[in-house]
Every structure is written in C-alpha cells, then in structure tokens.
C-alpha cells in the first residue's frame, strides 16, 4: 500500500522558515520522481518543486532561491525547505511521487500559513 505522508506545516510569520517532511512507503522509492505541489484557496494545484533520485532538481520560478528540495534515499523521505516565506506562499502543500507516463501518488496535505 503507498502512503506519502507530509509533516512540518504550520503558522508563520513573513520572512520566516519552515521544513516539510514526506516519508514514503509502499512502493520502489527510488525509480520516483519526488515533488512538491500546493494548492492556495481557490486557485489551482502549482508544482512547487521536484527532484529525481540522482538528486536533480527543478524549480518554479516563484520560489527559486528561497525553496530547497532534498531527497533522503536512505529513509525514503523528501524535504522541502522553505525559507524567506511570503504570505502568498500560503497553501496546503502536497507530496508527490511519480513515474511520468506511468503512474503518481499523492499525500494527503499539509497546511502552510504565513501571516503576521
């Protein structure tokens, strides 16, 4: 059975940090591509970042430079660490895991706020 499961969310103030967690399980963790997408109210899912299991990265525009993804091949987990957060960085943030062409999974969420 796969589960992605998030952890690291919560409330926090413009310029500050925090560190998301994704521990991974039922499936073969290192063929996935590993990303972050998130949500904000009312608006569409966005690709936030990704990684492979070599360690290449990609990501948005809007982030770069103040978001940093990793992977832990040995504990099956994906970090996404965000600094300098800005308000509009508000959303719920998902774990992602995917084969392109082939198959993906999804975590169930975690909560993002920055607000003062």
């Known amino acids: 059975q796969v589960q992605l499961v998030e952890s690291g969310g919560g409330l926090v103030q413009p310029g500050g940090s925090l560190r998301l967690s994704c521990a991974a399980s039922?499936?073969?963790?290192?063929?996935?591509?590993m990303g972050w997408y998130r949500q904000a109210p009312g608006k569409q899912r966005e690709l936030v970042a990704t990684?492979?299991?070599?360690?290449?990265?990609y990501t948005t525009n809007s982030v770069k430079g103040r978001f940093t993804i990793s992977r832990d091949n040995a504990k099956n987990t994906v970090y996404l660490q965000m600094d300098s957060l800005k308000p509009e960085d508000t959303a719920v943030y998902y774990c992602?895991?995917?084969?392109?062409?082939?198959?993906?999974?999804w975590g169930q969420g975690t909560q993002v706020t920055v607000s003062s």
């Open positions: 039922g499936f073969i963790f290192s063929i996935y591509v």
């Open positions: 990684i492979t299991y070599g360690g290449m990265t």
């Open positions: 992602n895991a995917a084969r392109p062409s082939k198959d993906n999974y």
